[in-house]
């Protein structure tokens, strides 16, 4: 008879599940099914606890798998990693930035030491030099938190009489994550997934997690009586939607009902991309003052006269607010009631739209002069030379003509600025364009692909996933496409190759120089079981893209110039922007013009 047994009786020990047995329910329980990582000694215990009810599947490194699981959360609302002690979980530290930033709950989970092995020696893995005096098991514990996220050790039992509670701490920090939507670090002791843990009465849903914090907002009606008169007394109003809403799906379907209903036209702004179908008759784009290349920017800029702004970040930032320019026409309109959900899980946002939904308002039936090119200047169908000036008019017509929407994975860099001009239309999962634009990590794309593929897969849809990319950022991460390979995923890599990382590039020094002329993608992409294509001109990448959606992992080949006329319009404006921050004064010059700025503003920056 064990100590428990003996403390609080035979019945009562034998129904206490073990450590592991109850981290799988209440990963399930938060609706997970996948996990992604790497195995190592420390986690080998926790990967064969979960693997009999949660796929563990593996990434090329551990950086992927968190970059995957960042994207896992971005779909599904919940990603988690797996790794080993520190080796393992250190390598997640800028995923774990990466979703910190773009305010996604991503559970990184790391084995660790057992606590009957820490005797004061040094073990492997830990950080620790010959020359120190002092052990430290806590280094990856420390890393986390210098990034302002939650980051603990698993514990224990203290008596033996009674079993750990690590299982109810863990259901705790899952449920923080999910509900303040930032990761949480969590190292799991080796030795404790096999021992018994109190068993967990789990709520029914997951909406009882959030049922103690419906706290009414008082004056909420106040603000929705005030927004109707606005709204009634507008000729040309206008929602613009931040990227808080895309991870509150239920909450975004009650705003673009309203608009639907009431004829509201309505813009994203950058960083939301993807969270609806921009192809929607009432959709304007995504908007970013002068840098737009949307279709409703006239709109925004020339005729709204009442913005009803919601989910915007609470602070700022640059780059979502026109590079800080003051171009952002939204960010400067006397005209405009701002609610930015500060509330946890957008409660008063909640709030203010139960008020709206019971009021009586106009519908509309608004001629908004919609700029079906979508910003891009030239629309020509004739067989041109293919750019990064001209990506966007050709994939845009491909998925009007074809019928066919993408999935859209830009990579950082050129890649994701020229995406910025692409229609990101409807998809199965709920988003139709991911990528990292406020961290802005380079790298993210491939391990972002494999989340939407499996998440694709899970939906039984076959829609194809169209990564973009340079060269450059396409070396950071092509060792991942092995795990697509196995996937057997549906994705298109548009490989934009001149050699070099260009975008900020301020001179010639072989850093800038990522590629080799002998460099093989056909090769590679064969190795991988994919098809290789070479495309330089508009009209073959429309019938390629044609062939490629049929299904299988293609790989197309564009060369591409570095040359002003052969950048897409936002990157020309951006490399302008970057050689005026670096107080270049020829793009000082460029950029006053460009922007159409006195000297004035532009020092203002």
Not at 398 to 427: C, K, M, T, W
Not at 540 to 558: F, P, R, T, V, Y
């Amino acid at each position: 008879m064990n100590a428990i047994s003996q403390n609080l009786g035979i019945p009562y020990s034998e129904q206490l599940p073990t450590l592991g047995q109850s981290l799988c329910e209440v990963l399930q329980f938060f609706g997970l099914n996948r996990i992604y990582g790497v195995g190592g000694d420390f986690v080998a215990n926790l990967i064969n606890a979960l693997d009999p009810s949660i796929s563990v599947l593996p990434s090329s490194n551990e950086m992927h798998a968190g970059f995957t699981a960042c994207a896992q959360a971005e779909l599904s609302g919940l990603g988690a990693c797996l790794t080993t002690y520190t080796v393992g979980s250190l390598p997640c530290v800028s995923a774990a930035a990466l979703a910190r930033t773009e305010g996604l709950p991503v559970i990184f989970l790391s084995g660790a030491p057992g606590e009957s092995e820490i005797h004061g020696q040094a073990l492997h893995h830990m950080v620790h030099p010959g020359c120190g005096w002092h052990t430290d098991l806590n280094a990856a514990l420390n890393a986390f938190k210098a990034l302002g996220i939650k980051a603990e050790r698993l514990q224990g039992q203290r008596h033996q009489g009674q079993p750990n509670v690590a299982a109810a701490r863990f259901f705790e920090l899952v449920s923080e994550a999910l509900q303040t939507r930032q990761p949480v670090y969590i190292e799991v002791p080796r030795d404790l997934v096999n021992l018994p843990t109190q068993k967990l009465r789990l709520p029914t849903s997951l909406a009882e997690l959030t049922a103690y914090t419906r706290l009414g907002l008082e004056g909420a009606e106040l603000i929705a009586a005030d927004i109707s008169e606005r709204l009634k007394r507008a000729t040309f109003p206008m929602l613009y939607l931040g990227e808080r809403l895309r991870m509150n799906r239920p909450l975004l379907k009650r705003i673009l009902d309203f608009c639907h209903r009431l004829g509201l036209p309505y813009a994203t702004s950058w960083f939301a991309k993807g969270m609806v179908d921009e192809s929607h008759p009432l959709c304007l784009g995504a908007y970013n003052g002068v840098f737009s290349a949307c279709r409703g920017q006239a709109y925004v800029e020339g005729k709204a006269d009442f913005v009803l702004e919601l989910g915007t970040a609470i602070y700022d930032s640059d780059t979502n607010n026109a590079f800080a320019s003051g171009t952002h026409a939204i960010d400067t309109h006397s005209n405009k009631t701002l609610l930015k959900g500060t509330a946890r899980c957008e409660l008063d946002l909640l709030a203010v739209m139960d008020e709206l939904e019971r009021t009586e308002l106009p519908v509309r039936n608004i001629p908004l002069g919609l700029n079906e090119s979508g910003g891009e200047k030239n629309n020509s169908t004739n067989d041109m030379s293919l750019s990064y000036a001209n990506l966007a008019t050709v994939i845009n017509a491909f998925q009007r003509h074809a019928g066919q929407d993408l999935v859209i994975v830009p990579e950082v860099g050129n890649a994701l600025f020229a995406a910025f001009a692409l229609e990101a239309r409807s998809s199965v999962t709920g988003r139709s364009f991911l990528a990292n634009p406020w961290y802005a990590a380079m790298g993210t794309s491939l391990p972002y692909a494999r989340a939407i593929a499996d998440e694709l897969n899970a939906q039984e849809s076959d829609q194809p996933i169209l990564l973009i990319t340079g060269d450059g950022g396409f070396n950071f991460q092509c060792n991942e496409l092995i795990n697509l390979q196995k996937q057997n995923a549906n994705l298109i890599i548009l490989y934009m190759r001149n050699n070099i990382f260009h975008l900020g590039k301020a001179g010639d020094a072989p850093i800038y120089h990522c590629n080799d002329h002998n460099f093989s993608p056909a090769k590679l992409v064969e190795a991988y079981g994919g098809k290789y294509h070479y495309c330089d001109k508009t009209n073959s990448l429309a019938d390629l893209l044609q062939i490629c959606c049929q299904g299988g992992l293609h790989l197309i080949e564009i060369p591409t110039s570095t040359h002003n006329e052969c950048l897409s319009p936002i990157a020309i404006k951006l490399n302008t922007y970057i050689g005026f921050k670096n107080g270049l004064a020829e793009a000082t010059e460029a950029w006053h013009q460009l922007c159409g700025m006195n000297q004035c503003n532009a020092e203002s920056i």
